[in-house]
């Protein structure tokens, strides 16, 4: 079994400011003559981004199918194709993309007409050609990911709990194998056939899936699994950083922070830190996409929210652009996706009310904003002590696992360490307090 550390980063107690920009909006594109979801009011869904014949291409999907705009001259950027989805109207509220050698492989969550769509993008700006539209396959599917080192499409929750697609001829997906060790994957990140399962209810998974290529239809590794970490909640979805290093992972229940998980040492994982929007106690991150020393995460009502993670125990908010007046965070509206890589810089972001928008991160104006500072308790497992940073309270008490009190600490609002005395090894419990009322709580690991 996999020995996994948690390294305890807990939110809402500091309090600083810090500077950050907000992005320039280059275009916005909306038709309010499209119908909104009906269970949310939704129209729009997620976001992606081309580079077709030098010009760049943003894509967002709707109620209605998958609209195609040119965004090379953002100011003059002009919708340029569509293609009808096979199910369309209210009951749409998912619709997901990725591209592979000049085909655009699109699904949807809804309705018994769903289908897989894939669509010949290799003509654009000019048009594009839908070459397959069939349920031959699945019917429906929440996310997919294409690893395109191996030439493989992952459908989360569509036939399986997860379903594996060969992609060697791009137009004729073939089922390599369907996956349900788990009772669901609602996304999935996948490198070099190492999928980052991000599981719901289930946590989080890391399976490598190489063995289908040597031994089809029959063996997988579980490398990892994490289903015990700081807001562990619904785990939603997450992105991996180039060198295979960081993982952030979201898990979407409203309040619960972002996570930054170490997975260089998949026999060690541990939350590096948490972070947040600072917004409001309930907001909800939801498709972040990690860029270099960036992330790019689209949050529910708050907008799109950029964090540089070059020290990923120390991530700093930087940039922010609201595509959405807020009102109650206790709902689902606001941004969806974010597509980061085109090659002008320019970012592409979805909206579910307010559609589809080009933003500029490089010039802006800079504001100073309120963002939570979380402590942090090192080091994990701790041997003789452990040290408490970024702290406001003023109480530390530790339980062991029958919930019976070890410890009663007073600690200072700055820095504390705390000795571990006579305790055993073992998992212990321990709350952060402020005038006797707890405001954090977590785990330490003495060994």
């Known amino acids: 079994m996999n020995k996994f550390i948690l390294i305890v980063a807990i939110a809402l107690l500091g309090i600083s400011s810090n500077a950050q920009q907000t992005g320039t909006l280059l275009y916005n594109w909306q038709d309010t003559t499209l119908m909104g979801s009906w269970a949310y009011n939704n129209t729009y869904n997620e976001c992606w981004g081309l580079e ?148 719901g209810n289930d946590g989080f998974r890391i399976i490598d899936f190489h063995y289908l290529d040597l031994l089809p239809g029959t ?5 990892a699994s994490l289903t015990s970490y ?32 170490d997975v260089s040492d998949l026999s060690n994982i541990s939350v590096l830190a948490t972070f947040n ?39 700093v908010q930087t940039w922010e652009y609201d595509t959405y007046a807020p009102n109650s965070h206790a709902s689902y509206k606001g941004a969806w996706g974010v597509y980061p890589y085109l090659s002008s810089g320019n970012i592409i972001v979805s909206d579910m009310q307010t559609g589809l928008y080009i933003i500029d991160l490089t010039s802006g104006t800079t504001h100073t904003i309120e963002t939570n500072l979380k402590p942090s308790i090192y080091p994990v497992p701790a041997t003789n002590q452990i040290t408490i940073t970024n702290n406001t309270a003023n109480n530390f008490t530790l339980y062991n696992s029958l919930g019976a009190k070890l410890m009663d600490v007073a600690i200072s609002k700055n820095q504390t360490t705390i000795k571990r005395g006579n305790l055993a090894n073992g998992l212990y419990f321990y709350s952060l307090n402020i005038g006797g009322k707890q405001i954090e709580s977590g785990k330490v690991l003495f060994e």
């Open 219 to 223: 063996a997988w590794v579980e490398l």
């Open 52 to 199: 077709v014949n030098g010009s760049e291409i943003a894509i967002i999907g709707s109620t209605d199918g998958t609209h195609f705009f040119d965004v090379t001259d953002p100011a003059n950027a002009t919708q340029v194709a569509y293609v009808a989805g096979a199910y369309q109207g209210g009951g749409v509220i998912h619709r997901d993309y990725h591209d592979f050698q000049g085909y655009l492989y699109v699904v949807c969550d809804e309705g018994s007409s769903s289908t897989l769509q894939i669509i010949d993008i290799s003509t654009l700006p000019d048009s594009v050609t839908t070459v397959y539209d069939s349920n031959a396959l699945f019917t429906k599917s929440h996310n997919i990911f294409i690893d395109t080192a191996t030439a493989k499409l992952y459908a989360c929750a569509s036939n399986s709990a997860m379903d594996i697609y060969s992609l060697i001829d791009p137009k004729d997906p073939t089922l390599i194998y369907s996956y349900n060790a788990v009772g669901h994957v609602h996304d999935a990140y996948v490198r070099n056939d190492t999928a980052y399962l991000n599981c």
């Open 277 to 315: 929007s600072g917004v409001d106690s309930q907001s909800m991150a939801h498709n972040g996409i990690i860029k270099g020393d960036l992330v790019y995460i689209p949050y529910y009502h708050d907008g799109l929210r950029v964090f540089d993670i070059s020290d990923p125990s120390n991530p």
């Open 230 to 261: 700081p807001d562990a909640g619904y785990n939603h979805s997450g992105w991996l950083n180039d060198d295979g290093t960081l993982y952030i992972m979201q898990d979407e229940n409203h309040g619960y922070d972002v996570k930054i998980l």
